[in-house]
Nanobody, 120 residues
Framework: QVQLVESGGGLVQAGGSLRLSCAAS????????MGWYRQAPGKQRELVAA???????NYADSVKGRFTISRDNAKNTEYLQMDSLKPEDTAVYYC??????????????WGQGTQVTVSS
């Protein structure tokens, strides 16, 4: 059994900051790519940022220069530091991880989602 548990969402004013965390637990051999997605009401889920096990990162154009993704491989945890937040960043944020299980098969897992609301 593997779980991804998110924390850190909330309500913030435009220009403010939030930090999201996502911790993976369970029968994990290793984790390759980890990422953050978001889904606003009436819109499709979109990739916000991703990070490989080696630390290479990729960002959506809309968040470049404002958001920073990072991870702690020893803790199986990823983070999303969100600065200069805008009302259009309002969404439910989901973490995602490609996890190699102990039996040698890789599965993709999702967190439960955390609400981020940015007021103008």
């Amino acid at each position: 059994q593997v779980q991804l548990v998110e924390s850190g969402g909330g309500l913030v004013q435009a220009g403010g900051s939030l930090r999201l965390s996502c911790a993976a637990s369970g029968s994990i051999r290793s984790i390759s790519t980890m990422g953050w997605y978001r889904q606003a009401p009436g819109k499709q889920r979109e990739l916000v940022a991703a990070i490989t096990s080696g630390g290479s990162t990729n960002y959506a154009d809309s968040v470049k220069g404002r958001f920073t993704i990072s991870r702690d491989n020893a803790k199986n945890t990823e983070y999303l530091q969100m600065d200069s937040l805008k009302p259009e960043d309002t969404a439910v944020y989901y973490c995602n991880a490609a996890i190699l299980r102990l039996m040698g098969v890789t599965y993709h897992y999702w967190g439960q989602g955390t609400q981020v609301t940015v007021s103008s």
